[in-house]
């Protein structure tokens, strides 16, 4: 059993399931039969076809995916889509996407938590949305690493970034700093910001590349680039 499925049968364990009831009397009223060794086995039987049917149902690829369409780490959420939404083909300015440029040290003094930083200066830092702050290593038309941090969601707030993937885009599971998380691969994936009340900044929309994105502390982690994924947990070890 793989990583993900391991997390969603925890869940599963979870969840307030009220017992079966025993719908035996109910059917042996309607057939007006009491309840012979006979009739109890064709009810037997009816129950076992139907366990069979969605056992069957979920062993089909298709009907699997219906059941898992997004995931959730933190403050991200990573939602599988049939079909990517148009994005313009000229990206949105950083400053629209990421939000307020300010110095190292102000990013430092005004976050809610404590910045895990790379040895290498970030080459420009910005203030985003709902405390997110992004680290940008390059120049805005060229860059190398983003690095955002998001402070800790709690349970009654919407999540901070929307990624939108398709069939294109690989989803991993990844175990980054002692914690799960996931790693997106291949077509790019479009990621949008999320305001207080669960809207987007359709304004936002762009296509990201390759993503590395964990929990820690509470908060969230996550590294884009155009990074393989042993680049990517290289990269994410040595933030400190």
């Known amino acids: 059993m793989s990583e993900l499925e391991q997390r969603l049968v925890a869940l599963g364990s979870t969840l307030d399931v009220p017992e079966t009831p025993n719908?035996?009397?109910a059917v042996l009223a309607r057939i007006g039969a009491r309840p012979?060794?006979?009739t109890r086995g064709i009810v037997l039987a009816f129950a076992v076809l139907a366990v069979a049917a969605l056992l069957a149902a979920?062993?089909?690829?298709?009907?699997?995916?219906?059941?898992?369409?997004?995931?959730?780490?933190?403050?991200?959420?990573?939602?599988?889509?049939?079909?990517?939404?148009?994005?313009p083909t000229t990206p949105p300015e950083l400053a629209l996407t990421l939000g307020e440029r300010v110095p190292l040290?102000?990013?430092r003094a005004r976050a809610s938590?404590?910045?895990?930083?790379?040895?290498?200066?970030?080459?420009?830092?910005?203030?985003?949305?709902r405390g997110t702050v992004w680290f940008l290593y390059g120049t805005p038309d060229a860059v190398r690493?983003?690095?955002?941090?998001?402070?800790?969601?709690?349970v009654d707030e919407p999540f901070v970034l929307k990624k939108l993937v398709e069939?294109?885009?690989?989803?991993?599971?990844?175990?980054?700093r002692g914690q799960p998380g996931y790693f997106l691969s291949g077509e790019p994936h479009v990621l949008l910001l999320v305001d207080e009340y669960g809207l987007t900044y359709e304004e936002s929309a762009r296509l990201a590349r390759d993503v590395l994105v964990?929990?820690?502390?509470g908060g969230t982690v996550r590294l884009e680039g155009d990074l393989t994924r042993a680049e990517a947990l290289e990269i994410a070890r040595s933030l400190r």
Do not use: C, H, K, N
């Open 23 to 25: 719908l035996a009397p």
């Open 36 to 38: 012979t060794r006979r």
């Open 58 to 87: 979920l062993a089909i690829p298709d009907a699997r995916s219906a059941l898992a369409r997004f995931l959730q780490i933190g403050g991200d959420r990573i939602e599988l889509v049939e079909r990517l939404p148009e994005v």
């Open 105 to 107: 040290e102000e990013a």
């Open 113 to 129: 938590f404590p910045l895990l930083e790379l040895d290498e200066r970030p080459d420009a830092v910005y203030l985003g949305e």
């Open 145 to 154: 690493l983003l690095v955002a941090q998001t402070p800790r969601v709690s």
């Open 167 to 176: 069939a294109g885009t690989t989803v991993e599971p990844a175990m980054i």
């Open 214 to 217: 964990w929990e820690e502390d």
